[in-house]
């Protein structure tokens, strides 16, 4: 098992080494070609051999995954953007964590607000898919925000806390190393509109003080806890220069490598 870290350094499970996770991760949702996916993929390439410090990842369409992910430049690691709760069987159209493992893929999105609101995803499959992807050693990028009703009610903490507990709690410490947190409001996703830094870092504090409880200081902080809602080049410094927002999961500004690398221009630790 080996872990991806931050700057593109690869950790062996006997590593005692600490190093705070500082990732930017796109998301490509059901856009692109499998032509416009290379032409993305190539457009990253250069500027990837020249910059350090963040770990990149993309979310890509199931389709083009084992692809991608055996052409894909170094520092740039492929996700799925769903994987099955699912063992092997009779399951038709979906896909396992071990698949995924199998073609070079590095983890999947799991717990996104749209799979969540569109297609079922209850907090028990959210936990069964954190569970697999864990499970064979990938990377888990876990979801959780709320609603504009449930933030106007005040009720936002209380929501990502029943997400996150669900998701996590039952976890054996060593796996915390395999997931990262993405906070998404879902009112601040595809709407233009964004969380103020302040709200964003108090919901990042909170994540990270739940996790605290649950599994203690050091392994909290090395949890990589990413901002999910409306970042774009012009707004990615002040959010990625907050105490616990270690990056972003990027939607719209992930679908054009120019717009990507200006988000990720943003970010502290960004080296070259």
Known sequence: MWLALSGSRFLGPNDKTKVMRNIVA??????????????????????LASHEGVEVMVGAPAPYLAALAGTAPEGLHILAQNVSAEGHGAHTGEFTADMLKSCGVAGAIV???????????TDDKVKAKVQALVDEGLQAVFCCGETLEEREA?????????????AVLDLPSEALDRVVVAYEPVWAIGTGKTATSAQAQDMHAAIRGWLTECFGAEKAAGVAILYGGSCKPSNAAELFGQADINGGLIGGAALNPTDFQGVLAGHPALKG
């Not at 796109?26 to 500027?47: C, P, T, V, Y």
């Not at 607000?113 to 995803?121: I, N, P, Q, W």
């Not at 005040?154 to 669900?166: C, F, I, N, S």
Request: glycine share 14%.
């Open 26 to 47: 796109g998301n490509w949702k059901s856009n692109k070609l499998m032509g416009e996916a290379q032409e993305w993929m190539d457009g990253m390439a250069k500027w």
């Open 154 to 166: 005040g009720r936002q903490e209380d929501v990502v806390h029943a997400q996150l507990k669900a």
């Open 111 to 121: 717990g996104h607000s749209e799979r969540r609101a569109r297609f079922g995803d």
